[in-house]
């Protein structure tokens, strides 16, 4: 579980570090409350299933076992002051961009044994509020869990 924590470190850090460039207000992982119109624009970093997908055949207990993380990067705006679908662009490079690469470079590696690949993207979709729209990142964190 190692390799998860250090892999959603990196992929917050990546975001964070574009916080102004991407106009963000807020950023939280894991939120606890729901977002104000003052947090707006703002991004909730989400982890969704975590399954296994491949188990070692060597060991009773299956580890190390390759394992897929779904982390949701959701992006909140108030669609009358911003453009949703740019944000979104900028967005979607910053997670994917490695962090102070001059020129930039992408990279899916976010740690060692540690890959981040786009599953899909939803929305734009209102959030029952008026003037909020918001769109997902959907990833996948492929990464090796040693076990205990």
Not at 1 to 19: F, H, P, S, T
Not at 23 to 36: D, I, Q, V, Y
Not at 76 to 92: F, G
Request: hydrophobic share 40%; aromatic share 8%.
């Amino acid at each position: 579980m190692e390799n998860r924590e250090l892999g959603l470190l990196e992929v917050k850090a990546r975001i964070k570090e574009d916080r102004v460039a991407l106009g963000l207000t807020t950023f939280k992982r894991a939120p606890t409350r729901p977002a104000t119109l003052e947090d707006l624009p703002c991004v909730f970093m989400l982890e969704g299933a975590d399954n296994i997908f491949k188990r070692s055949s060597r060991g009773a207990l299956g580890y190390p076992a390759r394992r897929s993380l779904e982390v949701i990067i959701e992006l909140v705006v108030n669609k009358t002051a911003t453009d949703i679908k740019s944000v979104y662009r900028e967005l979607r490079k910053s997670v994917f961009k490695v962090r102070g690469s001059d020129p930039v470079k992408y990279n899916p590696r976010v740690a060692d044994d540690t890959f981040i690949n786009e599953n899909r993207t939803e929305g734009p979709i209102g959030y029952g509020l008026p003037d909020i729209k918001v769109m997902r990142l959907v990833l996948d964190l492929i990464y090796i869990d040693g076990g205990f």
